[in-house]
């Protein structure tokens, strides 16, 4: 039986389509120098022989493997083992894995425990896991997040104490929400100096100094030992890389807070310390 029609040189559209690649592809290894260019037929296009067939084969499989193409340039070079690149992409494939894993185990998270509770750190939501639906607001996630990310899990976690007692304390709730309200209203058209924020400061620290008794009565604060020993445990669970200090995250996290607002902030501050300095507050938040 007669063997088909062999080309001796085949153009970049059957090349190509006989090694599972494209001709862009093909150029591409042209341009950065991993197979030599052929030579034109008269035609003026490339014709691409045996030699450069088998060439174009080994870097496919190279390439398919996962093989970066610079590693396979150095590797035909001679200036590079295949080893090495070997090595470097089994280091990579392992860190791609292990965040595959973490992937996986934060849409877990997410089905167990419900969105955006469950973006939150195990930690964290470990400790809201028994609150019923809806007792946490949208703001209490919010402030979560950001203190997550300023203090870490084990600060968030501490502080998810305090929503447990505004969502189990109505009374501490409905005082929470008027505190919320008469903050809100410290707009620019307060001035710094009005008297007002004098009483709602006073008031703040009273209310702080309440929850904190309703945390210490509901024996939530004795869990605090086991959260410190877990620190080590979820230290790595921080999102964004490099951790930054408190002083460096607060300067980037943006508050619209007029004048007056700040003046109130830094008058509860005062006043805490002063309490602590006392021996009046048996926690403060």
């Known amino acids: 039986m007669p063997l088909p029609a062999i080309p001796r040189r085949v153009k970049i559209g059957d090349a190509a389509a006989f090694a599972g690649t494209t001709p862009r592809a093909i150029r591409h290894y042209h341009a950065i120098g991993l197979l030599a260019e052929p030579e034109r037929g008269s035609d003026d296009r490339r014709r691409y022989g045996h030699d450069d067939m088998i060439r174009l084969l080994w870097i496919r499989k190279m390439a398919d493997a996962g093989i970066s193409l610079d590693d396979i340039r150095a590797a035909f070079k001679g200036t590079t083992g295949i080893e090495q690149s070997l090595a470097r992409l089994e280091e990579s ?114 209310h702080e100094t309440a929850l904190a008794a309703a945390i210490e009565g509901s024996g939530l604060d004795e869990v605090l030992d086991g959260l410190l020993d877990q620190e080590d445990e979820h230290a790595g669970e921080e999102e964004g890389g490099a951790r930054m200090s408190v002083t460096e995250a607060i300067g980037k996290m943006p508050y619209d807070f007029s004048p007056a607002r700040v003046r109130y902030e830094e008058r509860v501050i005062e006043l805490f310390h002063s309490a602590d300095q006392d021996g009046d507050t048996p926690r403060t938040c």
């Open 93 to 206: 494939l392992a860190s791609k894995a292990a965040a595959i894993e973490a992937q996986r185990a934060a849409v877990h998270r997410l089905r167990e425990v419900g969105s955006p509770l469950g973006l939150l750190s195990p930690l964290v939501t470990g400790r809201l896991r028994d609150l019923p639906p809806g007792a946490l607001r949208s703001a209490d996630l919010d402030a979560l997040l950001v203190t997550e990310r300023i203090f870490g899990p084990l600060g968030a976690a501490v502080q998810a104490d305090r929503f447990i007692v505004l969502a189990t304390h109505p009374e501490l709730r409905a005082e929470e929400d008027c505190l919320a309200e008469a903050e809100a209203a410290l707009d620019d058209t307060v001035s710094p100096d009005d008297p007002r924020i004098e009483d709602l400061a006073t008031r703040r620290c009273d």
